[in-house]
Structure formats: C-alpha cells, structure tokens
C-alpha cells in the first residue's frame, strides 16, 4: 500500500477534521445519459480529481470521504429550435496572414 497524505480539513460547519489522501484507479467513468423535457438530451460523468479520507466514520460505521471532481457534460441531441450559433465577423486578408 502507497503512502497517504496526512492532512487537515475544514468541514462546512467550520470544524477540522484530520484526513489523508488516498490514491485510486479509474475502474470505469460511465455516461450517465439524462433526457430533458424540452427534447435535450445529456450525457454527464464525474472525473475524479482527489480523495481525502477524514478520520471521521458515519453511523453504519464506514469511513466518510472527501472527493474533489468534475463534471463533464455533452448535449448528444439538441432540438434544432433551441440552438443559436455564434456570429463571428469574417476576417480579410491582413488578419489571416
């Protein structure tokens, strides 16, 4: 087992909590795929950044965990009444060169 990160953290009530970082591997990043009332549809996933483990355990007793992540979203179908496309003047010959 690697070495983890001992570190601290501040929790939203203000407390801190001692954590360390754990290291991972992306097992699988799935699209969640999401159809939108107004005909769109979403494919999102997570990109798992880091995860803390706080010295912290919740009621059923497992570890809590910190994660810092983003989301990636792609519109697969957008209906064709709710696109706008971005006007961009037409550069001349100097601009290009």
């Known amino acids: 087992m690697k070495d983890m ?14 954590a360390e970082e754990v290291d991972f591997d992306a097992v699988s990043e799935p699209w969640a795929t999401f159809k939108l009332n107004d005909g769109t549809t979403l494919k999102i996933r997570i990109l798992l950044g880091k995860v803390l483990r706080l010295d912290m355990h919740n009621p059923d007793g ?9 989301n990636q979203v792609r519109a697969v179908n957008v209906p064709k009444e709710l696109k706008k496309y971005a006007k961009f003047d037409k550069p001349d010959n100097r601009e290009v060169a």
Do not use: S
């Open 62 to 70: 497992d570890p809590v965990y910190q994660i810092f992540a983003n």
């Open 5 to 18: 990160t001992k570190t601290k953290v501040q929790l939203p009530n203000g407390t801190v909590a001692d």
